[in-house]
């Protein structure tokens, strides 16, 4: 048996992970990454529109604030999140974002003066401060009051991953590749570290360690059509289920974003609808504002993905032999715009399409792109029933999307969420040993290498190649945009039918070490466990919430169901996860539950919510009319960060209201 140890583990390479690695390493912590492909390949990449920071440079984002960011954020969550935790979120992304400028992110910026723009389909030139020049510029995103989505063109995520990977490797932090983590070593109240399999020689690696942070990703590709990686598979929440011990949260929430091309399901950036960009069906009428007249094509992206969907099933799409679909005209931007600050989204047009998005209108409609759920943690990013096992980024349930993300704050919430949960990485560490016992290593060694010997030697006779693209084909038509109870029920029974059979895998191909068939099977059992969370947790929640649309039950039920889905699998054996809630305190709310701005208001309303608001009243009045905005927040509901992250964030406004740079009110 080989056996590495290290401080802190981090499994998944991408931007997440190799945030929570370089704050461990800072601490001067041994650090290791586990990454199935090179770190510069990861999903982080291939984001594109930009990440929400509360700068307010420019002069469309000119009074925003964490206040307004995290205002958003509920809303945008459809009051799904741990607000504690948005609050975190939003009071550090503008550290974030300046630490990476100085790590190399080359940031889109201001030039002082006027700039043409396209707001609500009309041409309008704004004015930017001179003193603006110079400073990141900031693009709209949908669901957001400000402009306030920091970009670098349409490839933000590709050079986020390359300055912090180059941050990492000048920090000599080692990213041992083609390495696949199949299952957490733990002790039932402990987590001791992974083993892994490499996927060259398909020899397996105890990693032992005080600290295992499981960064790995979406589990986008349970769904036939994904705008995630094929590496996006969900493993890294199979990890955490099987362990029995360790919950997820939320997987029920899987976000579909409106403008993926038709067929192949490759992201068209919110930026282009951000940017200007125009939702057409197939008689060229712009739709979106028939159903959202003021947000339009930027209302968050749930509310477009289903008014998308609806328009369709109206008979509105553009027939196609891939079904139908709509259209996403960027064309009004002009060629100049295009190709300067939407030049992947032209690439990948005329790659994949044949076509010139300057001129030619984009085939698009809602594809699965996003987890909001996975592995449930605390706000330092630790599970809360196995400790030493931290999870960040789309892998993690930390909980600040709630039951839909806003464009830009997932690539932001890897590099925040790996800057605040990096530091508790390093005091877990820190302030922790770790016996290492070899018995209970050899012990999920043994079981793990069981696995491989019986799909190896076995006389097994099930395709998993067949059986992941049946799940997959399950998820899609069950599990999709809107829901009911009758289709997910078979979505439970089906995938319950396939976990069966998954017990029968069988392989063509008996070699041990490089061999895709072997991974497969190993991966798609996993998966199946992930795809019944989500399902199960679909058809147990009777509400429509954020991405969850129920069209039997149409209605958010803050009385009923104002709470998290924690999913477990504690029977190796079962078909089916244990499914539990954890409330929601309204009582601890800075902002209560209410109208999200979209349709008719119909939610059913909590009891504490009226009570709350009396009381959050109260406090404000009893601070008095000299207390500013920062002592108001604390005294409604106070959070913490780690100390060095505490400090006020500083912004244009500041500077131009005080004369003095000094922090106003």
Request: hydrophobic share 35%; glycine share 10%.
């Amino acid at each position: 048996m080989k056996l590495i140890y290290t401080d802190s583990l981090v499994v998944g390479a991408g931007l997440a992970g190799l945030r929570v690695a370089i704050a461990s390493k800072e601490r001067g912590l041994d650090t290791v990454v586990l990454s199935l492909i090179p770190a510069k390949r990861s999903h982080s990449a291939a984001a594109q529109g930009g990440m929400q920071a509360s700068l307010g440079n420019t002069v469309k984002g000119m009074g925003d604030d964490e206040d307004v960011h995290f205002q958003d954020t509920v809303k945008g969550s459809d009051w799904g999140c741990d607000q504690d935790v948005a609050r975190m979120f939003a009071h550090c992304a503008p550290k974030a974002v300046r630490e990476l400028a100085n790590w190399g992110v080359p940031w889109t910026r201001i030039t002082k003066g006027p700039r043409q723009v396209v707001v609500n389909a009309e041409k309008v030139t704004i004015e930017e401060a001179e003193e603006a020049h110079g400073l990141i510029n900031a693009r709209d995103f949908g669901g957001t009051k400000k402009w306030r989505t920091c970009y670098t063109a349409d490839g933000t995520g590709h050079s986020l991953l390359y300055a912090v990977d180059n941050k990492a490797i000048s920090m000599d932090i080692p990213v041992h590749e083609r390495m696949e983590a199949l299952s957490l070593i733990h002790d039932g109240k402990r987590c001791h570290g992974v083993v892994a399999r490499c996927l060259i020689t398909g020899e397996l690696i105890a990693y032992v360690a005080k600290s295992t942070t499981i960064a790995t990703g979406g589990y986008g590709r349970i769904y036939e059509v994904s705008t995630n990686a094929i590496i996006c598979e969900g493993v890294g929440q199979a990890l955490a289920l099987e362990t029995g011990v360790a919950k997820l949260g939320n997987m029920e929430a899987v976000q579909f974003h409106p403008t993926a091309i038709v067929p192949v399901g490759i992201l068209t950036t919110e930026g282009c609808r951000g940017d200007g960009g125009l939702l057409r069906d197939k008689d060229g009428h712009r739709f979106m504002p028939d159903y959202e007249p003021e947000k339009k094509e930027l209302a968050s992206r749930d509310v477009v993905s289903r008014r998308m969907t609806e328009h369709m099933r109206k008979g509105k799409g553009v027939d196609s032999p891939y079904g139908p679909h709509l259209w996403l005209d960027i064309t009004l931007l002009g060629r100049k715009h295009v190709e300067t600050n939407l030049r992947e989204v032209k690439e990948i047009c005329e790659n994949f399409l044949g076509i010139d998005p300057a001129k030619d209108w984009i085939p698009v409609r809602p594809t699965q792109h996003y987890s909001m759920g996975g592995i449930r943690t605390d706000a330092t990013g630790q599970s809360p029933q196995l400790k030493g096992l931290f999870s960040v980024g789309e892998a993690a349930c930390w909980d600040m999307h709630g039951f839909n993300r806003l464009g830009g704050n997932s690539l932001a919430e890897t590099v925040v969420g790996g800057m605040i949960i990096g530091k508790y990485v390093a005091d877990f560490c820190e302030q922790n040993t770790l016996e290492i016992d070899t018995s209970l290593v050899e012990t999920f060694v043994g079981k793990l290498q069981g696995e491989i010997d019986e799909l190896i030697d076995g006389d097994g006779t099930e395709n998993p190649f067949e059986l992941k693209q049946q799940m997959q084909r399950i998820m899609m038509d069950y599990v999709g945009i809107f829901r009911n109870g009758p289709e997910l029920e078979k979505a439970v029974s089906e995938l319950q039918d396939l976990l069966k059979r998954a017990n029968a895998l069988g392989l063509k191909c008996k070699k041990r070490h490089a061999n895709p068939e072997l991974v497969e099977a190993l991966r798609v059992k996993r998966m199946l466990k992930v795809a019944l969370t989500v399902a199960a947790g679909a058809a147990a929640r009777t509400e429509s919430r954020g991405a969850h649309a129920r069209e039997d039950f149409p209605q958010r039920n803050d009385k009923d169901w104002l709470n998290r889905t924690l999913s477990s699998w504690p029977d190796a054996n079962s078909l089916s996860p244990q499914l539990e809630y954890e409330q929601l305190d309204v009582m601890k709310m800075e902002l209560p539950p209410g109208y999200r701005g979209y349709g008719i208001d119909n939610a059913i309303a909590h009891p504490d919510t009226e009570k709350r608001e009396q009381q959050i009243a109260e406090i404000i009045s009893q601070l008095g009319p000299d207390a500013n905005r920062h002592q108001k927040q604390a005294a409604v509901m106070p959070f913490d960060v780690p100390e060095s992250l505490k400090s006020k964030n500083e912004r244009l406004s500041d500077k131009l209201n005080s004369g003095a740079g000094e922090i106003a009110k």
